[in-house]
């Protein structure tokens, strides 16, 4: 009878601790969450206090002539990652697409 107590009590004493590391990881796993969370909106709020990091708050899309560029000569190379560059693009090669905002720069260097 007495090891039969004992066996249960470790057994109780052992599920107790499981308990707890399981509700500590949750705690951290809630607070982590809430820091993301936190950082995020703060991440925002500095956004809207400096502008975006595009420069502005209205979208503009700009629709680039690349084929026209390619068969006036410009000279394009492909990236590591895949992205196709070029060293410029002139205005001429640029047009604004449609539904987008007003164009709040100039173009040019």
Known sequence: KKEKREKKERERKKNKKKRKKKKER???KEKEK???KEKGTKEKERKGEEGSE?????????RVDAA???RDG???TRSANGVWLVDAVP???LRL?????PVRF????
């Open 26 to 28: 949750k705690v951290r």
């Open 97 to 101: 697409e449609r539904g987008s905002g």
């Open 34 to 36: 809430k820091e993301r």
């Open 91 to 93: 205005p001429r090669y």
């Open 74 to 76: 410009a000279v394009f």
């Open 54 to 62: 595009r420069g502005g708050e209205e979208t503009v899309v700009l």
């Open 106 to 109: 100039t173009l040019g260097r």
């Open 68 to 70: 026209g560029m390619a």
